[in-house]
């Protein structure tokens, strides 16, 4: 069974341009979450999508978005990039939400 | 704001040693998992915890977690230098609820 794939797994973008990640779920998995990591703040939950619709938000602005489609597969937006946002972003798979995550290798996106 | 505490946040041992990492919240989880990072990978779950008290092994790894539902420990055995990775902590406060991560340990094993 083929694991999480994320699209692209380096960006180089400048401020103030926008970003569109992608990510592929395990097969059959229903619920994608993402989530940004930096050094400095470590892991930190963006939200999470389930059937399509948002089920869970974390404390980002909302220059950060997302959305599900049919097949699961999802996308994550940021607009008007800032040299903050450079980070790995992450997303993770699982059947409904409350089972192991299962985690892709994630998308580098480098902000100058 | 719900805080995961993680400590130590870097540790360098021989290989050989014994190691422990602490995960500490002043709240109560409903459940707690460790996860494995490594360069250029997203994290792999170790192990999930939900009953108070619970101890779990997977090879030289123990976790515990601690009776009040507010805290947990990994303890490695002998430490290899293919131990080395970012350990992380995460924790749910309520079913349902969002996964909170700790800061990360990175672990170095020299051979």
């Known amino acids: 069974k083929a694991g999480v794939t994320q699209t692209p797994r380096y960006l180089i973008k400048t401020r103030g341009q926008q970003v569109t990640l992608s990510c592929s779920p395990i097969?059959?998995?229903?619920?994608v979450s993402w989530y940004q990591q930096t050094p400095g703040q470590g892991l930190q939950f963006l939200f999470e999508?389930?059937?399509?619709?948002?089920?869970n938000k974390g404390n980002f602005p909302g220059r950060f978005s997302g959305r599900q489609f049919s097949n699961s597969r999802s996308e994550m937006n940021v607009s008007t990039l800032e040299l903050g946002d450079s980070a790995l972003y992450l997303c993770?798979?699982?059947?409904?939400?409350?089972?192991?995550?299962?985690f892709g290798p994630g998308t580098r996106l480098l902000v100058l | 704001t719900q805080l995961l505490e993680q400590s130590p946040q870097f540790l360098s041992i021989q290989e050989g040693e014994n190691l422990t990492v602490y995960c500490n919240s002043s709240?109560?989880?409903?459940?707690l998992q460790w996860y494995r990072q490594e360069p250029g990978e997203g994290p792999v779950l170790l192990v999930t915890?939900?009953?108070?008290?619970e101890v779990k092994k997977l090879k030289r790894l123990t976790f515990q977690f601690g009776d009040a539902r507010k805290d947990s420990s990994l303890h490695i055995t002998a430490a290899q230098p293919g131990d080395t990775g970012l350990y992380l902590c995460?924790?749910?406060?309520?079913?349902?609820?969002?996964?909170?991560f700790g800061q990360g340990t990175e672990l170095s094993v020299k051979p």
């Open positions: 993770a798979s699982s059947w409904g939400g409350e089972e192991t995550q299962y």
């Open positions: 097969s059959g998995h229903r619920s």
């Open positions: 999508y389930f059937s399509e619709t948002q089920r």
């Open positions: 709240s109560v989880f409903s459940s």
């Open positions: 915890v939900v009953t108070g008290g």
């Open positions: 995460a924790g749910k406060y309520n079913q349902g609820g969002k996964l909170i």
